[in-house]
């Protein structure tokens, strides 16, 4: 099965709202974790990314902490802005293996 | 990071026929990844293509109906064989971003593929 869950979407938000984007995942070890962005109509980019416990990962003001305790790599951000609509999945890589979340489809209404 | 382009875009396909999706890369790459995303679904892996060396496919996936060639290490295509409506989906492939695997992969922008 999936190791990695995520928020189901879609969220819609309006502008200048706060983002949170739940995701856990299971695995042995210690995974690194990431935030994948996909605009329409486009392959999937790297948003952000953590290799250790404890870690916070950003860019583009959104930020996400690797917590070993609770399994758990959260997208955070403080302001959306309309432009950050997409799609955004949520990786795990371990032992050669990189699994994704089913993706959150976010919409921001101006 | 590498930079790949990824070609066609987009495609509608005839059922039954075959549609080869090309990806180069701008830099010299061992692993090259082909993902399927179904409609509204996340990123399933198909394969992992080597240079020099047989594609390793995952489960449900064949040789005979996504044939892959990796002629060199900036270059790999990914067929779809005999398609049917199902196949509809977009295509991606991917390589590691950087020298050590936990850097994650960038993909290329994607094929579009509608069977009709």
């Known amino acids: 099965g999936n190791s990695v869950t995520q928020m189901e979407g879609p969220v819609t938000l309006s502008e200048e709202a706060f983002l949170t984007i739940n995701c856990t995942y299971t695995a042995t070890g210690y995974p690194s974790l990431f935030w994948y962005v996909q605009y329409p109509g486009e392959g999937l980019q790297l948003l952000l990314k953590?290799?250790?416990?404890?870690d916070k990962g950003s860019n583009k003001g959104f930020e996400a902490t690797y917590r070993k305790e609770t399994t758990s790599f959260h997208l955070e951000k403080g302001s959306v802005q309309v432009s950050d609509s997409a799609v955004y999945f949520c990786?795990?890589?371990?032992?050669?293996?990189?699994?994704f979340g089913a993706g959150t489809r976010l919409t921001v209404k101006p | 990071s590498a930079v790949i382009s990824q070609k066609p875009s987009r495609d509608i396909c005839q059922r039954g026929t075959s549609l080869t999706i090309q990806c180069q890369v701008d830099s010299q790459v061992t692993m090259m990844f082909w993902y399927r995303q179904q409609p509204g679904q996340s990123l399933t892996l198909i394969a992992t293509?080597?240079?020099?060396?047989?594609?390793?496919?995952e489960s449900g996936f064949v040789i005979d109906k996504f044939p892959i060639s990796r002629p060199n290490l900036t270059f790999s295509t990914l067929t779809v064989s005999n398609m049917s409506p199902e196949d509809s989906s977009i295509y991606l492939c991917?390589?590691?971003?950087?020298?050590?695997?936990?850097?994650?992969?960038?993909f290329g922008s994607g094929t579009r593929l509608t069977v009709v």
């Open positions: 953590a290799t250790k416990a404890d």
């Open positions: 293509a080597n240079q020099g060396s047989e594609a390793t496919y």
């Open positions: 991917s390589v590691e971003a950087g020298a050590r695997r936990n850097y994650g992969y960038t």
């Open positions: 990786a795990r890589y371990n032992n050669n293996d990189m699994r």
